[in-house]
């Protein structure tokens, strides 16, 4: 069988994989618009159950990934002064370079092509292919060219939100609630390796356009916003 997957993230190298486990004879082609090394955001999270799953499925990667991951059973939720403790829940937390890193030696030991730096801009190149995944990300462009056939929808959210990387790292799940005369800002951070967490500071549109609203120029307004954030998150948890 001739597979070809659009997409080198996660679940394209994950489907590769997989499909590999069912039969070795499978012939597997993945192709990822951006380079072998390029990656979007900092790190990701998996529960206890998705590990054993993955165990399951594929021992080898399951046993790079548990090499490479940071662990942790407590959530915590700071709000009002206070920081609330949940325990016994178990996360495992990476960074996704290092994910994605595991997933393509992992597959080239399987015998999967792997093609990078490479846009798929017209499917029928692929025509003779047995199986074509869309594994493009959620702004496929595979699906989008095929959406009468798929039928996706989209349902587009107001609330605005900024993904991070800091060097703070953070000892539990932790959800962060700060309330002042703009508004709720809500934090969601977690630690993927010894020394970095991924920070994500998420508000509401209305929220969002408070902090120098009334300032006459789009510079001053990001002068004032950014100085909001350093003032509000100084002391964190607080």
């Known amino acids: 069988m001739r ?60 046993a790079a990934i548990t090499r490479a991951f940071a662990h942790w059973d407590d959530i915590d939720t700071h709000y009002a002064g206070q920081v609330l403790r949940s325990t016994g829940h178990g996360f495992s937390g990476m960074s996704r370079q290092t994910l994605l890193t595991i997933l393509q030696q992992r597959c080239a030991a399987l015998g999967v092509t792997l093609r990078f730096s490479t846009e798929i801009d017209d499917l029928a190149r692929h025509a003779d292919a047995d199986l074509v995944l869309a594994a493009d990300g959620a702004n496929s462009s595979a699906r989008g060219r095929h959406a009468d056939w798929f039928g996706p929808r989209v349902d587009w959210r107001p609330n605005r939100f900024v993904w991070l990387g800091t060097t703070f790292p953070f000892p539990a799940f932790t959800f962060i609630f700060k309330e002042d ?48 954030s350093r003032a509000s998150w100084a002391a964190i948890g607080s």
Not at 191 to 213: Q, V
């Open 181 to 228: 005369e703009h508004g709720l800002w809500r934090v969601h951070a977690y630690r993927y390796n010894r020394e970095h967490s991924t920070f994500i500071l998420e508000t509401t549109e209305a929220t969002w356009r408070r902090p120098g609203s009334t300032a006459p120029t789009k510079r001053r307004r990001r002068r004032s916003r950014s100085g909001y």
């Open 3 to 62: 597979i070809v997957s659009i997409g080198g993230g996660p679940a394209g190298l994950y489907f590769a994989i997989l499909m590999k486990q069912v039969d070795p004879s499978h012939e597997i082609l993945v192709v990822e618009r951006n380079r072998a090394d390029d990656t979007f955001g900092f790190g990701v999270v998996f529960s206890d159950a998705t590990l054993e799953h993955f165990q399951e499925a594929d021992r080898e990667s399951h």
